[in-house]
């Protein structure tokens, strides 16, 4: 397969799965290992499209985020509060990716790790959607900073890919009492810094492998995540409102037993 073809596909893969609780990155290993594609350079390929991805939160929000932005020199305590919140939420798995980085990838980066942890946040998917408590918070630019950083501690699970980031926040949300929608907006909201730290730190790490020909192929991924990625953040909430999250759970299952199966096969490696 053509590079720029292996492109396109995994920046839709990036795209679509980046905001529902299915993890990207797991999808993303998957499909490099089925591709046959080779850890470098598409390891920092997979990590760098992701921002793509984050851009089309930023677009889609950008007033309600621009009036943040604007609000905090004059004080606004809505405004201040909700950014507080956010990088309280986001410190935690800035700390651990930091200090874990390099196992993370090494390591964890694993097919077989990823279809277990698909499986495994399934079912705890399909169990919170029977069993989750009441909902106190609906309003995700207005959580406690009690909740932030809740959903934050929540966010360190992701650093095993197959977990998912969103999954992982949206999963803390329900069970510290954000309703569905607020849970998965306010996951939104923390895969900006989130997102963006974890290019930032991949970039300086891989910028060896940084040439003319890579750049290329990921410029055609952020651009097609961007695209797909505005697809799902349009369509996720009113989803999410009617549907709930056992489809998700249910792709997640077939997927990671689907994966394990092809890995017993000797199909992905």
């Not at 277990?116 to 946040?121: D, K, S």
């Not at 907006?185 to 891989?206: H, K, N, Q, R, Y």
């Not at 055609?220 to 009113?238: E, N, P, Q, R, W």
């Not at 709930?244 to 994966?259: D, M, N, S």
Request: proline fraction near 4%; aromatic fraction near 12%.
């Amino acid at each position: 397969m053509a590079d720029w073809l292996a492109a396109i596909i995994l920046g839709l893969v990036e795209g679509l799965t980046e905001f529902i609780p299915v993890s990207s990155t797991g999808h993303l290993l998957l499909a490099k290992s089925a591709l046959g594609l080779s850890n470098e350079p598409w390891d920092t390929f997979i990590v760098m499209i992701q921002l793509g991805a984050i851009l089309a939160v930023v677009a889609l929000y950008f007033g309600r985020l621009w009036k943040v932005l604007i609000g905090l020199p004059g004080k606004d305590p809505s405004a201040r509060r909700f950014a507080i919140a956010v990088l309280l939420a986001f410190f935690p798995s800035a700390l651990i990716g930091l200090l874990f980085h390099d196992f993370i990838k090494t390591v964890l980066f694993n097919p077989t790790i990823v279809c277990v942890t698909l499986i495994l946040g399934g079912f705890a998917l399909i169990a919170l959607e029977r069993w989750a408590p009441p909902a106190r918070e609906h309003d995700a630019m207005g959580f406690s900073l009690k909740t932030a950083l809740g959903v934050g501690l929540f966010q360190c699970l992701s650093i095993i890919p197959g977990v998912s980031r969103s999954g992982a926040t949206i999963v803390g949300g329900l069970l510290l009492g954000v309703d569905k929608r607020a849970a998965a907006e306010f996951s939104f909201f923390l895969a900006i810094p989130t997102m963006v730290g974890a290019f930032a730190l991949d970039f300086w790490e891989s910028r060896d492998f940084l040439t003319g020909d890579v750049i290329g192929l990921i410029a055609i991924g952020f651009v097609v995540s961007f695209l797909s990625g505005l697809f799902v953040v349009k369509t996720m909430l009113d989803f999410v409102t009617r549907h709930g999250f056992a489809p998700f759970a249910w792709w997640r299952i077939v997927v990671g037993a689907l994966g394990l199966a092809l890995l017993q096969a000797g199909v992905l490696a």
